[in-house]
């Protein structure tokens, strides 16, 4: 009897005592213009990530941020240094321009503070490369995010792949976008650096076409295209006078293409991709919907189709999942779509593409 109550009692703690890494992430906010950021500040509380301080320069922003979400303004900081030394976040999530990203990273990692930016990684190479060499100076994960990362269907189309129900692949196809920024009524001050092409790196190309490299990547697992051709165009001056709106970029491997159709122009916004082996295709429709066909005779196919659940936690988000890899209970796989590895990649690309479309030529990698 005696025994049997002593694993009762072991058996009560594990319900009243917490472990320490069963802690919540204590995460800093740095900035407020990208439209992504209302997932966080309206994210339900689950009792995995903690918002400890919110930095943006921009009082007027703030002060409208905080009525929309109830949120004290004590947490509310001018600069991110400022957040910093008072709020000692854990982790940092940056929510403005893509130029910023290199900034949020040189405040953070010195103090030991990760970081996960929204796609793409950053501007340029020359960025991408400064945030790296700080990454391994200061030993702190940097890590993007991308909306289609959560897609089942994507999930669902890799496993297939690499179950090998197609073969080997020969083509990927990937498009993204919607009719574009000013259409669909994004906020004015994300429209401010989003059609910038310096805050930004240009329009639809960087945008959207940081999808499709991330994705190739992730589906090549991480072999690097041979080389990059790419055309941009400008189908709205009227809305966005400065950059691009429409761009198509390929990509060439040993024995495979990529076409990245990364677009302002779309009628009906989509996400969606496919991929070609030689014994079928995959597709990904939208986020949960997929198909497999099989190949049978010239243009015949038996086709199966799929309709994927939401993934289990915490790979259905990416708050849980910085929270996860940061308190070392999942590891990231070998060019992971948040990866910095995949990631450093789709800024080459997009560097060579902008090149392409700027002299009309191939440019090799």
């Known amino acids: 009897m005696q025994k049997l109550i002593m694993v009762l009692c072991a058996i009560l703690l594990l ?18 213009t990208h439209g992504h950021v209302h997932g966080i500040l309206g994210r339900e509380i689950k009792g995995d990530v903690e918002i400890v301080g919110i930095a943006e320069g921009n009082q007027v922003l703030a002060s409208k941020m905080a009525e929309d979400y ?93 179950s090998d129900s197609i073969g080997d692949v020969r083509k990927i196809i990937v498009r993204d976008g919607h009719k574009g920024p000013k259409k669909i009524g994004v906020s004015p001050e994300f429209l401010d650096w989003l059609t910038d092409p310096v805050l930004n790196g240009g ?15 992730w589906l090549m697992e991480g072999k690097r295209p041979h080389s990059v051709t790419a055309i941009t165009q400008q189908l709205q001056p009227e ?11 390929i990509l060439a491997y040993e024995n495979a293409n990529a076409i990245i159709q990364g677009s302002w122009n779309w009628p009906i916004g989509r996400k969606d991709m ?15 919907d997929s198909r497999l066909r099989i190949s049978e005779g010239y243009d015949g196919f038996r086709q199966k189709e799929y309709s994927s659940k939401e ?3 915490p790979f259905n988000d990416p708050f849980a999942f910085f929270e996860a890899v940061l308190h070392n209970k999942i590891s990231l ?19 060579a593409a902008r090149e392409s479309a700027k002299t009309g030529r ?4």
Request: aromatic fraction near 10%; glycine fraction near 6%.
């Open 362 to 365: 191939k440019v090799y990698l």
């Open 274 to 288: 496919e991929v070609y082996g030689v014994k079928g295709a995959l597709y990904a429709d939208n986020k949960t």
């Open 333 to 351: 796989a070998p060019y992971d779509l948040s990866s910095l590895e995949n990631n450093l990649l789709v800024v080459e690309i997009l560097d």
């Open 311 to 313: 993934r289990e936690a």
């Open 70 to 162: 109830h949120l004290p303004a004590s947490i509310f900081y001018s600069s991110v240094d400022e957040m910093i030394a008072a709020t000692h976040p854990e982790a940092v999530a940056a929510f403005g321009s893509i130029y910023e990203h290199l900034a949020v990273v040189e405040a953070c990692a010195p103090a030991g503070i990760h970081v996960m930016v929204e796609k793409p990684l950053a501007v340029n190479m020359e960025h991408a490369l400064k945030m790296k060499a700080l990454t391994e100076k200061f030993n702190i994960h940097l890590l993007t995010n991308y909306e289609t990362t959560w897609y089942p269907s994507n999930q669902h189309v890799y496993a297939l792949l690499k």
């Open 203 to 217: 329009g639809a190309i960087v945008d959207f076409g940081c999808y499709g490299a991330n994705l190739t990547t």
């Open 15 to 32: 319900f009243f005592v917490s472990p320490t890494n069963a802690q919540p992430l204590r995460l800093g906010i740095a900035g407020l």
């Open 239 to 249: 809305n966005n006078p400065e950059v691009d709106d429409e761009s198509i970029i």
